[in-house]
């Protein structure tokens, strides 16, 4: 009887240590490695650890929606990074799932490659929140789990993006002092969101009114779903041209290329413009800057991927990482493009502008990327 309890005992420890090897990361003091790609959001970013593994790694990449241009860009983006000298040797295996817009799905695409020994998942959140349960199968197992764009409202996890609210301010300023020069202080204004239930969409939309409500101007904000998707704004802002008439300025989280094209289509008179960063949208604030339509794109870059998978494999490679990892918003005003050099005229109008993030040694070129397809590779 005795033996056994002892034997039990001993087995019960090496659970028990087993469990504490493989505990998920560490909270550590900074500064963290290559600060000058894996910047720290702001002085009050911890910083992680996870125990360092061997490689080469198991990666794989869970999208969730992938109905628009800026998702397929980034699936290709993320095969391209995958095949890229600076990464191919840390890769054993690589794999990129579309879940569509289902929470649960995602989830249980996380817990599959978890379940299959995947070192890192990179992924896009469904939603803000619900995602504790593979937060902790992650940590039980080791494996580090790295959202971006849209991220979670956690810091359990290391997460990469730009600022979303600070877009939203910067969109907003850029039209009001567009405005207020021609001295305009009120009036609608044609706010088209993106996809909803993300916390992308949340938080930009969130900056863009708290611009406008603190103006003081007499403003109305007419909103429209655009999904971050052409075809689709295009479609919700010539209806809202149908219904309200005349908007003083557009603020745009994406789909830029359906905003331009409904005001062309409707006649409607070259006004202020917020969006993003597709060509076609800064080909069109080039040429018709002068007439009228005074733009400013501030991309949220499909290449975040990349930076996400070589923060995945840095953490793997137990580096202190920051919890939260900034990357800086590429912004260009109508004053500031250049052909060649912000945008192309010879490349397709859905094509993200920006791509290329030095610091961080990720200089994919548009080439490599639209040679990719935006399939699932299982």
Known sequence: MKLKMLLASTAASLVLSAG?????PETVSGPGVEPE???????DTKYMQWEAKDGPYKLAVVNGFVGNGWRIQMIKTAKAFAEDPAMKDKISEFKVVSTGTDAAVQLGAIEDFINQGYDAIVTIAVAPDGF??????????????VPFDNVLDTDKVM???EDQLEMGHKWAQFVLDQLHEKGVKSGKILEVRGLPGNSVDRDRSIGINKVFEDDGGDWEIVQVVGNWDDGTTQKVVADAIAVHGQFEAVVGQGGSNGVIQALKDAGHPWVPVAGESENGFRKAIAQYSGDGLKGISIGQSPGLVAVAMKAAVSALEGNVMPQLISVPLPVATYDELKDGENYWSDLP??????????????NISGPAIMAQDESDVN
Not at 37 to 42: E, G, K, M
Not at 132 to 141: E, G, Q, S, T, Y
Not at 349 to 362: I, L, M, Q, Y
């Open 37 to 43: 790609c894996f910047a720290p959001w702001s002085g």
């Open 159 to 161: 997460q990469v993006n």
């Open 132 to 145: 504790d349960r593979v937060i902790r199968l992650a940590d039980k197992n080791n494996v580090v789990l």
């Open 349 to 362: 109008d859905n094509f993200f502008t920006v791509n290329e993030f030095p610091p961080c040694g990720v």
């Open 20 to 24: 504490m090897a493989f505990a998920g």
